[in-house]
């Protein structure tokens, strides 16, 4: 047994671990697109996320945690291999990720080579058909027996399994999106796939386990489209709405690098958004998705409470990247920017973590698989880029040099410290933010010299080399029944 499993068995022999002679059960909880807007973390004048703030009072809330890239793919990949995008190559939506590393052996993968007992539902990998790892579990649900079949993926934003009004498009926000839509529904909430993943998860949760247990439960809200009941829409009057803070010419400063990201439309979405009248409307929708989202992790957290697991299961939530509302006249993520990878982060741990303690330590998703390894004593998988923040959880001030990284495509990545962001893009061009004084991140201060040592510290945590881009879609047929791949020729 390992230095680390003994410690944490010593520490939560009260808490029942080492009574029942069994590593701890793990409760992974992802939600989706759901930015820093939390309560405990007092981002957000508004936000109504009692949930998760319940769940951060019980244990530790990594306040400066940061995605390993802004885009759910990349990100979710990173976080389930634990090797971050420069890496794998993995960058996009548009990149299956098994056929380029058939060997890897993925997060819930790990523990069930390791005697746990595996489950998962909702979203927990990307969502679309072949993203999955259908060898990681024992067990996956999905609220339509027709996901499966399509190859372990999509449901969500489909008119025969999920939620949406009668007529669609209904706010006429955005016409570079199609998705990007949003409005209240006169349905209950146990119509929507998030509620029947919640359900499924509390079930699991009541019952008493033979194994130690995984359970990944996925969250989709709030991606988009913001279609949720109309009771939370209720909860956010537009009246008390607050747009956020920007300034004028906030670009001006950016590098043309910037403009120039995979998928980003900036400024031209949000001047859109900004002419129909819609900004607003779009932060009210936005925030009854986390609402709605945060109920639905409340249904989950009650059902471990009741039952017989709560003592001797760690409970990690995280989100796959953040959002922008129109800061940086920008709109959803894709930028390296503080709203596209500052994520909530929260860990408890029986035993291990005290209540309601909080680190300001730059703590980046690609760490939670050597985190959750070291906490159930699991063999350490050589693999993977991250480092464990099993450290922090006990000392949370703990002195911590390494900085988060997130990468947006080859050769584009910014770090995250206690006090700094730094950007380089892959034509050299530079941005820096200094969040003691600029926690907006309005002045680049990149280009003035007496920043040089600030930024040569931070540039020797950059990737020494980027992976080229793994082949696109297209370059393979992919058999939804077999879940396997062959090269098109393309």
Not at 10 to 31: H, M, S
Not at 93 to 106: G, I
Not at 186 to 193: H, S
Not at 279 to 289: D, E, H, P, V
């Amino acid at each position: 047994m390992n230095h680390t499993r003994r410690s944490f068995l010593a520490a939560t022999a009260g808490a029942g671990f080492a009574a029942q002679n069994r590593k701890p059960n793990v409760l992974f909880i992802g939600v989706d697109d759901w930015r820093d807007w939390v309560g405990c973390l007092g981002t957000h004048p508004l936000v109504k996320t009692p949930n998760l703030d319940r769940l951060a009072a019980r244990g530790l809330l990594f306040t400066n945690a940061h995605c390993a890239a802004p885009v759910c793919n990349a990100s979710r990949t990173a976080l389930m291999t634990g090797m971050n995008p420069a890496t794998t190559g993995v960058y996009a939506n548009s990149q299956w990720w098994r056929p380029a590393w058939p060997d890897v052996v993925t997060l819930p993968g790990w523990f069930k080579q390791n005697g746990y007992h595996v489950a998962g539902g909702g979203k927990m990998f990307h969502h679309e058909p072949g993203f999955n790892d259908p060898g990681a579990w024992h067990e996956y649900f999905y609220w339509n027996d027709r996901i499966k079949k399509d190859g372990w993926g999509g449901g969500y934003q489909s008119p025969t399994m999920d939620v949406q009004p009668p007529v669609i498009p209904v706010a006429g926000a955005n016409d570079h999106r199609k998705n990007f839509d949003f409005a209240p529904v006169d349905r209950p909430d146990a119509d929507f796939p998030d509620y029947k993943v919640a359900t499924w998860a509390s079930d699991f949760l009541r019952r008493a386990q033979e194994k130690p247990f995984f359970l990944g439960a996925g969250m989709f809200r709030p991606h988009i489209s913001w279609y949720v009941p109309r009771k939370y829409f209720d909860l956010y009057p537009l009246d008390k709405i607050e747009l956020p803070k920007t300034i004028e010419n906030d670009l001006d400063d950016i590098p043309a690098a910037a403009l120039k990201l995979k998928q980003v439309v900036i400024p031209q979405e949000h001047r859109a958004i900004v002419k129909k009248g819609k900004w607003k409307l779009a932060i009210q929708a936005y925030l009854a998705a986390i609402t709605f989202s945060d109920a639905m992790v409340g249904r989950v957290l009650d059902a471990l409470d009741a039952g017989p697991n709560k003592n001797n299961t760690i409970v990690m939530l995280w989100s796959d990247h953040g959002y922008h509302l129109g800061e940086k006249e920008a709109w959803h993520k894709f930028t390296l920017w503080e709203e596209s990878t500052r994520v909530p982060l929260i860990v408890h741990a029986p035993g291990l973590t005290k209540p309601g303690t909080r680190s300001s330590r730059p703590a980046g998703l690609i760490d939670l698989y050597p985190t959750l390894l070291d906490l159930c004593g699991l063999p350490k998988n050589p693999r993977l880029d991250g480092q464990s923040l099993s450290p922090l959880l006990n000392k949370p001030h703990l002195a911590w040099e390494r900085p988060a990284l997130t990468t947006a495509s080859a050769g584009d990545h910014t770090l995250r410290d206690d006090r700094w962001r730094y950007i380089r893009y892959a034509d050299g061009s530079e941005e820096l933010y200094d969040h003691r004084s600029d926690p907006k991140e309005w002045r680049n201060l990149a280009a003035q010299p007496e920043h040089r040592a600030e930024k040569q510290r931070l540039a020797r945590w950059l990737p020494k080399s980027d992976h080229p881009g793994v082949p696109q879609k297209p370059a393979y047929r992919f058999d939804p029944a077999t879940h396997s791949w062959t090269r098109s020729g393309r």
